[in-house]
């Protein structure tokens, strides 16, 4: 082992969460903007990214593709829902690489790898590849969903982080927690520091979608919902502090 890899092994011990998945919208990559990818906004998630490798985790990300093109959003104007859900998958593909480019830019090591085959820009996602680019210190970010349509990339996070091992399924949103009201329309809305797969489902609180929820129910993966706009907030959860929410 090199002393890079040892120091990233020592480092990793003293986390809460060695090996996590971090699922973020399409959405969050918008800025102020309504379309496409806001620069700044991709470069500020890169470094609460970055943060998290530096301490030793190793780090898997899958984002949306809301923030290009929504498979349903197409369908619901008509387009054939297959087709629809391949062009998100392709939206996917772009985030995945906007995101490699800034990672990268910080010498941080990643590779993009798309569930649907493009060699000339990313590689094919396969699970012993995965496991080794995480085990050498890189970070997996995970393009095209499962590859499959009318699957959305809530449930190829739960997926691949099942598939991968990891300790917990990071849901970055715009708010620190799960609440049993809209904390921006309710002053008194309660955040639930723990709450369970099933009472998510119940109350249809819509952190993921009900697919990915069960995924996770079923191969016991808690998933930790906080704040992306909190800065050094994911490095805090990810050493076990911080505001957010567990289910579980």
Do not use: W
């Not at 102020?32 to 990300?61: M, N, W, Y």
């Not at 990313?122 to 680019?133: G, K, M, V």
């Amino acid at each position: 082992m090199t002393n890079k890899a040892t120091k990233r092994a020592d480092a990793g011990c003293k986390l809460a969460y060695k090996r996590l998945l971090l699922k973020i919208s399409g959405e969050a990559l918008l800025g102020e903007q309504s379309f496409g990818l806001h620069p700044p906004t991709v470069q500020r998630i890169a470094d609460e990214v970055k943060k998290v490798s530096d301490l030793g985790a190793e780090v898997c990300v899958v984002i949306g593709g809301g923030n290009i093109f929504r498979g349903l959003q197409g369908s619901s104007y008509g387009m054939e829902r297959t087709t629809a859900d391949y062009m998100g998958m392709l939206a996917t593909v772009m985030n995945a690489l906007a995101m490699q480019s800034y990672l990268e830019s910080k010498d941080v090591q990643t590779r993009v790898l798309s569930a649907i085959r493009m060699d000339e820009v990313c590689e094919p996602f396969i699970l012993r590849r995965a496991q080794r680019h995480l085990e050498k210190g890189r970070i997996c970010i995970f393009a095209a969903g499962t590859g499959e349509p009318f699957v959305t990339t809530d449930t190829a996070a739960a997926l691949r982080a099942s598939e991968l091992g990891c300790d917990a399924i990071f849901k970055g949103t715009k708010v620190n927690g799960v609440y049993d009201s809209d904390p921006a329309s309710n002053k008194n809305a309660k955040r639930f520091v723990r709450i369970g797969y099933g009472e998510v489902l119940h109350k249809n609180l819509r952190v993921m979608d009900a697919s990915a929820i069960a995924l996770a129910r079923d191969n016991d993966l808690p998933i930790i919902v906080f704040s992306l706009d909190e800065p050094g907030g994911l490095a805090g959860i990810v050493q076990g502090r911080g505001t957010y929410t567990t289910i579980n």
